[in-house]
């Protein structure tokens, strides 16, 4: 099983070159925060993700992919 901590860093690290904190909530669960770092404009905010699936890289992976997926849908959907 993967640590909190090193799930956190590899989806921290899954958003580049945009900013991203991960923060584990009282429940288990991440507040992921994606953000731009010269602007600090918040580009996505998910609030309770749970961890009980997020057991082997194909399924980080895939969090990230739709997450970034979801981040470009608001991005077109306000130009």
Known sequence: ??????????????FLPFSCTCTA????SLMIKVFDPS?????????????EKLTSSRAIVE???????????RRTSFA
């Open 39 to 51: 602007s600090g404009q918040i580009e996505l905010l998910v609030t309770a993700v749970t961890t």
């Open 1 to 14: 099983m993967i640590s909190m901590l090193e799930l956190r860093h590899i989806i921290e690290c899954g």
């Open 63 to 73: 969090l990230i992919g739709e997450l970034r997926s979801e981040m470009a849908a």
């Open 25 to 28: 909530n009282p429940d288990g």
